[in-house]
């Protein structure tokens, strides 16, 4: 089964992105890459062979090939075919699925991100049969050229937030489009939310909570950002729920309690936060 072609640029989220990546006409070639242009701290060059620290130069060539960012840092990924560049914020996980060549000469991309937060910028293809695909665990996603930013968090939830061009977003039998100035969210096991105006918006609404454990002092930053956006607590990526609330660990509370708060929207603008307890 092809994915359906749109006249628009495609975008979708499906329970059957395995059997449908599978089943793609494709001739794989060793000549097709992803190279790295720019890295920022901490980014390491996955391999069959194992990792390293990624180079400028290195190329995402086979099956598995990937990278993964650490704390405050980054990987710039440019395409061969140079339709555009693909670039992976901090706490994200990318590999290459495929990458081949489709009957009418058209280059087939497929990415999986499990985590973190990736944002496109790609022109449209010149051959009907080329593609993009990312697959995240909220499923399939293909694109034919557009810019727009993915967050995968950390149970899977994936919002994207399109800044050029039109998505289309589809799951559980539904799909809701999403163009130029919009966003949504798409839950594993739901249909995608309706698109609401794009927000870009890292703010934040937070609070300590108290409480007392057998003379033990601890609290938790209770908070609240738009739903779409990654957030962090003192560098470890928080479960946001539908409504944009997340709770965060407890800690121990000494005479005096600091907690760095970073909030990054699809897009990738991203504020920090310095909340203090005494």
Not at 108 to 122: A, E, N, S, Y
Not at 198 to 226: H, N, Y
Not at 260 to 271: A, E
Request: glycine share 10%; with cysteine; proline share 5%.
């Amino acid at each position: 089964m092809k994915i359906p072609t749109l006249s628009c640029i495609f975008f979708a989220f499906s329970i059957q992105a395995s059997a449908i990546a599978q089943s793609r006409d494709v001739t794989v070639r060793v000549d097709r890459w992803l190279s790295i242009q720019q890295t920022t701290g901490t980014v390491s060059y996955d391999r069959a062979s194992g990792s390293r620290s990624a180079r400028v130069g290195d190329r995402l060539e086979a099956i598995g090939d990937g990278v993964t960012t650490g704390t405050k840092s980054k990987a710039d990924l440019l395409l061969d075919t140079g339709i555009g560049e693909i670039n992976v914020l901090e706490y994200t996980s990318l590999r290459v699925q495929q990458l081949g060549i489709a009957p009418d000469n058209g280059r087939v991309t497929h990415l999986d991100v499990t985590r973190g937060q990736v944002r496109l910028k790609l022109r449209r293809f010149s051959h009907q049969g080329s593609e993009l695909e990312i697959q995240t665990p909220a499923g399939l996603s293909g694109v034919r050229g557009t810019e727009f930013g993915v967050v995968v968090q950390p149970d899977g939830k994936t919002a994207i937030a399109t800044l050029a061009g039109s998505v289309v977003t589809a799951a559980q039998g539904a799909q809701v489009e999403v163009p130029a100035g919009f966003q949504n969210l798409t839950i594993s096991g739901e249909p995608p939310t309706a698109a609401v105006p794009l927000r870009d918006d890292p703010g934040l609404t937070a609070e300590f909570m108290r409480s007392l454990d057998r003379g033990i002092r601890k609290a938790q930053v209770v908070g609240k950002v738009d739903p779409v956006n990654a957030v962090t607590v003192n560098g470890v990526p928080q479960i946001i729920d539908r409504k944009g609330e997340f709770r965060s660990p407890e800690f121990l509370v000494p005479s005096f309690l600091r907690v760095n708060v970073v909030v990054t929207t699809p897009l990738g603008k991203s504020q920090a936060y310095e909340l203090a307890l005494r």
